[in-house]
C-alpha cells in the first residue's frame, strides 16, 4: 500500500470550492512536514501549501486568501480547502510527507502520493 493516498479531486466550475484530503499509512515513520504541491501540464512541480506539525503554514503566493491547509497530527492526514478555484489551479495535486522512519538508527522519511486531478472548468 503507498503510504500516502489522496483524495478529493475532480472538475469544478470557476468559483468553486474542492477539498482535498491526503492520509499517510503506516506507523513505522513520524511525520515532521506535509505538503500539497501541483504540477500543470507543461509545467514543472510546484509547492501550493506546507504545514509543520506544529501547525505553522507556509503558501505560494496564488494561493494565500484562497486555500488553507491543514492537518490532523493524530490521522496523519492533511488537507487542502481550495476556494475561488480558477482555471489556472488545474493541475495535478500531489501529498507529500517528510519526517524520520523509526530504526536503529533512524533515517529520513519522505513520501509522495500518486496525485488527484483538479479541472477547474466551465
Known amino acids: 500500500q503507498a503510504p500516502l493516498v489522496e483524495s478529493g479531486g475532480g472538475l469544478v466550475q470557476p468559483g468553486g470550492s474542492l477539498r482535498l484530503s491526503c492520509v499517510a499509512s503506516g506507523s513505522s515513520f513520524r511525520i515532521n512536514d506535509m505538503g500539497w504541491y501541483r504540477q500543470a501540464p507543461g509545467k514543472e512541480r510546484e509547492l501550493v501549501a506546507s504545514?509543520?506539525?506544529?501547525?505553522?503554514?507556509n503558501y505560494e503566493d496564488s494561493a494565500k486568501g484562497r486555500f488553507t491547509i491543514s492537518r490532523d497530527n493524530a490521522k496523519n492526514m492533511v488537507y487542502l480547502q481550495m476556494n475561488s478555484l480558477k482555471p489556472e489551479d488545474t493541475a495535478v495535486y500531489y501529498c507529500?510527507?517528510?519526517?524520520?522512519?523509526?530504526?536503529?538508527?533512524?533515517?529520513?522519511?519522505?513520501?509522495w502520493g500518486q496525485g488527484t486531478l483538479v479541472t477547474v472548468s466551465a
Open positions: 507529500n510527507a517528510d519526517g524520520t522512519r523509526y530504526g536503529l538508527p533512524p533515517s529520513p522519511f519522505h513520501a
Open positions: 504545514i509543520t506539525s506544529g501547525g505553522r503554514t
